[in-house]
């Protein structure tokens, strides 16, 4: 039962630096679509550049790459766990 909590809780802590790495992660990229838009002096709709870029950002490998918040620390903890038991 402990154990469950205890990984109940790391769940939730990952959770909160998931939310918290990618939306700092998106609000990076937004900025840097604002930035490039002004730079290269585009012009129209300076909102719907900012959109479709954000969409190509959400469909991008650099924001699949944050699922590692979850990866790296539950692989670690299931190969200590192995090392552990069975070595």
């Known amino acids: 039962m402990v154990l469950f909590s205890?990984?109940?809780?790391?769940?939730?802590?990952?959770?909160?630096?998931?939310?918290?790495?990618?939306?700092?992660?998106?609000?990076?990229r937004r900025a840097k679509l604002k930035r490039r838009w002004r730079d290269k002096g585009l012009t129209g709709d300076r909102d719907a550049f900012i959109q479709?870029?954000?969409?190509?950002?959400?469909?991008?490998?650099?924001?699949?790459?944050?699922?590692?918040?979850?990866?790296?620390p539950l692989g670690a903890i299931a190969l200590l766990v192995y090392t552990m038991n069975f070595m």
Request: without cysteine.
């Open 6 to 28: 205890r990984l109940f809780i790391l769940l939730v802590v990952l959770t909160v630096i998931y939310g918290a790495v990618s939306l700092y992660s998106r609000e990076v």
């Open 52 to 72: 479709r870029g954000l969409k190509q950002y959400d469909r991008s490998f650099r924001r699949r790459l944050i699922l590692l918040v979850y990866v790296l």
